[in-house]
């Protein structure tokens, strides 16, 4: 039978314009939003409503002088936060009214609603630090996401998964010492924002929570699909998530024009297909995806669409192709695998 999947999607968050030219363009979603419009597929997924988060909400991880400093940015034609990032006159409305919209979806996965839930939400967040926005994000809306679940559902334990591109940073350093938090994060490295090297693996009481696997250009499906059920499956199955949270960026699609990947469509179903088992196993399968880079439009579109299938279970990808695609994986692939388990192990007993 068909799961529930929500999808948060509001014509507001056009309105968000980083200037003109700029790869994080409205286009993204009305390219996604036409996609989701066809009345193939427009009766499948229950349209779940934003709303602005409150200033409260934002300071779990930001301080209130950054918020404060955003909001002052309203009405305003165009505001540079970072050579990347810029605002227009609604930037900061939006902003909030994205943080909003991965709570309601977050509230309407715990409260039973819907399954699984896919925010399709901009500006995205995973760059956005405690007192600055970075590489087109403003406000960090999983890092907020996660403290909502927090709060609000009294969850102890939340995996955040960031296959996008980039490394998370502002992710990373909201629960760099918090052990509620996993953060597993794979990443073209070096590259932006210089972070998410092996060493860092966390501090304190949360020191093995944050996982790095930073890959060399042109990693593709069989490489992700290897070290998600190498190194994420094996320490999940250990961690025991209540809840699974997905930076779901599209960057690593083998065109975009950011990255240097080579996933496919196909190769997302995967993935998306080992979270939710993982969902499956420990938390009746709830699991939330936020959506974060990816700029090649029809890319970007029928990636989602291929992610969003399987969150219905359209489609199911079968454990037989996981397990055979997860055999074409290359020397790269099975060497930083084995650096990553190597700095873990202690940690999580592989
Ligand atoms: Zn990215």
Not at 203 to 222: C, F, R
Not at 314 to 341: F, R, W
Request: charged share 20%; hydrophobic share 40%.
């Amino acid at each position: 039978m068909a799961k529930k999947t929500g999808v948060v999607k509001d014509m507001r968050y056009l309105r968000h314009s980083a200037g003109f030219g700029h790869p994080e363009s409205p286009e993204r979603l009305a390219a996604i939003y036409e996609m989701l419009d066809n009345p193939l597929m427009a009766w499948k997924f229950i349209e779940i409503e934003p709303r602005e988060a409150t200033h409260k909400e934002i300071e779990t991880i930001h301080t209130p002088s950054y918020v404060e400093y955003i909001a002052g940015t309203a009405g305003q034609s165009s505001v540079y936060l970072d050579p990347d990032t810029a605002t227009s006159p609604e930037s900061y409305e939006i902003a909030k009214l994205a943080v909003g919209g991965v709570c309601n979806a977050i509230d309407s996965v715990m409260e039973k609603k819907v399954d699984n839930a896919f925010a399709l939400v901009r500006p995205p967040g995973h760059h956005a630090e405690a007192d600055s926005a970075a590489g087109f994000c403003i406000f960090n809306n999983i890092a907020i996401g996660a403290m909502h679940a927090i709060l609000k559902h009294h969850l102890k334990k939340i995996l955040i998964v960031d296959w996008d591109l980039h490394h998370g940073n502002g992710t990373q350093h909201s629960f760099y010492s918090d052990p509620r938090i996993l953060y597993f994060s794979t990443h073209q490295y070096p590259y932006y924002p210089g972070t998410g090297s092996l060493q860092e693996i966390g501090q304190g009481k949360a020191e093995g929570y944050t996982i790095n696997v930073p890959l060399s250009v042109g990693a593709g499906d069989a490489s992700f699909v290897k070290i998600f059920r190498k190194i994420l499956q094996p320490v999940a199955l250990k961690f025991k998530p209540q809840l699974v949270l997905l930076s779901a960026g599209f960057d690593t699609y083998y065109q975009d024009p950011l990255g240097g990947m080579r996933v496919t469509a196909d190769g997302f179903a995967a993935l998306t297909r080992i979270l939710m088992n993982i969902a499956e196993s420990y938390c009746n399968g709830r699991f939330v995806a936020v959506l974060e880079g990816g700029y090649h439009l029809a890319g970007l579109t029928q990636s989602v669409k291929a992610v969003l299938e399987e969150m219905r279970d359209d489609t199911h990808y079968p454990e037989e192709k996981l397990a055979s695609l997860e055999k074409e994986a290359d020397e790269n692939t099975n060497h930083i695998i084995k650096q990553v388990i190597s700095k873990i192990k202690p940690y999580w007993k592989l």
